[in-house]
């Protein structure tokens, strides 16, 4: 492998043969020997050499270079066999170390990265290897340029894992374990959205009850203000019709009104006892409509008692004298029937 890969780079970069003057392209460095001795190194663009006795003996490319990291085997903290590849990126810093410095700089930095990423690999699990992949690049950059960069002049920057292979049955356990985290997640977001659509359930009852509960409040309060309002007005209107009736009874014949009113009542009553039920409680004196009428007008002209001659006097505002009650007196007198005469003496007569 060794040998292939020294033809390779000699095929690749061929130095140049001396004819007096030589071109050097941009971005690369041509180291010149004279006499065998390390002379000096070209700059892009003409350079006059002494034939003969200058000699281009390196070429150094100074551009950045994609290193092909060959395929290799890795053993994982956790005993697990990998084979794994990657992309290494350098670059020559300093072409008088590269030249000098070692032999083939390609070949060394390509050994250097697989040996230095054994050696990171068997620091970390599996599971480690594919969650820090990033971490593991960046370690195996700082080892790289740690042994390369000072006595090389070749700094490394940055190494890419291509890819990673892992046994048929690690793979396949693997699998297993990604679904059984992909159950667990769906059973857990199943859980969980049954939770919240419970909780959202709950919620819209609780609303429900709340919103049932103050319509429910509001109609009692709105039946309780009707209620009141028509009772208002029952007694307002009762009050008015009250009013009216004691104007009635206050005119003259308002007794006998009232007295027909209750006659008529007292009929229409007794029309509709049978109609509601078959068991009907009557007075003893039923059929004696007059007698009724007369108890109930009683009752009227008692609740109704005109007040006594003493308690007007004492009400009015007027006072009456003496001689009013005298000729009140007289003309009741002159009103009675004639007294006969008795026989007697004259001092029995009246006067």
């Avoid at 990673?164 to 699998?175: D, G, H, L």
């Avoid at 709950?202 to 009707?226: D, F, H, P, V, Y």
């Avoid at 006892?273 to 109930?296: C, F, H, I, R, W």
Wanted: glycine letters at 4%; charged letters at 25%; a negative charge.
């Amino acid at each position: 492998v060794n040998s292939q890969h020294r033809q390779q780079q000699k095929k690749r970069y061929k130095t140049p043969i001396n004819i007096g003057f030589v071109f050097v392209p941009q971005q690369e460095a041509w180291v010149v020997e004279r006499m065998g001795k390390f002379n000096s190194i070209l700059k892009p663009g003409l350079n006059l050499l002494i034939p003969l006795l200058d000699q281009v003996k390196y070429v150094q490319v100074l551009k950045e270079q994609a290193i092909k990291i060959p395929e290799q085997s890795a053993v994982t903290k956790d005993n697990v066999n990998l084979h794994i590849d990657g992309i290494l990126y350098v670059r020559v810093d300093d072409p008088y170390k590269a030249s000098y410095g070692i032999e083939d700089p390609e070949y060394a930095v390509t050994q250097l990265a697989q040996t230095t990423m054994r050696s990171e690999i068997g620091k970390l699990t599996l599971d480690g290897i594919f969650r820090e992949r990033e971490i593991l690049n960046v370690n195996i950059v700082k080892a790289i340029n740690l042994a390369s960069e000072e006595p090389w002049g070749i700094s490394c920057l940055r190494y890419e894992i291509r890819d990673i292979q892992v046994p048929t049955r690690v793979q396949e356990a693997m699998q297993m374990q990604v679904e059984a985290e992909r159950r667990k997640r769906a059973s857990i977001l199943e859980s969980e959205g049954q939770k919240e659509s419970a909780i959202n359930v709950a919620m819209g009852n609780r609303e429900a009850q709340i919103l049932a509960s103050e319509s429910e409040k509001i109609e009692r309060i709105n039946e309780a203000e009707g209620e009141a309002k028509a009772i208002l007005a029952k007694a307002q209107a009762k009050a008015a019709a009250i009013e009216k009736i004691a104007e009635a009874l206050s005119l003259q014949n308002g007794s006998h009104a009232a007295g027909l009113t209750v006659a008529e009542q007292y009929v229409n009553a007794f029309s509709n006892l049978a109609k509601e039920s078959n068991t009907v409680l009557l007075p003893s004196n039923t059929g004696d409509v007059t007698s009724m009428v007369t108890q109930a007008m009683t009752i009227y002209s008692k609740l109704n008692k005109t007040p006594t001659t003493e308690s007007m006097i004492k009400e009015s505002d007027t006072d009456i004298s003496y001689q009013d009650i005298e000729n009140s007196d007289l003309r009741n007198f002159e009103n009675t029937d004639s007294i006969p005469e008795q026989e007697g003496d004259d001092d029995t007569r009246p006067r």
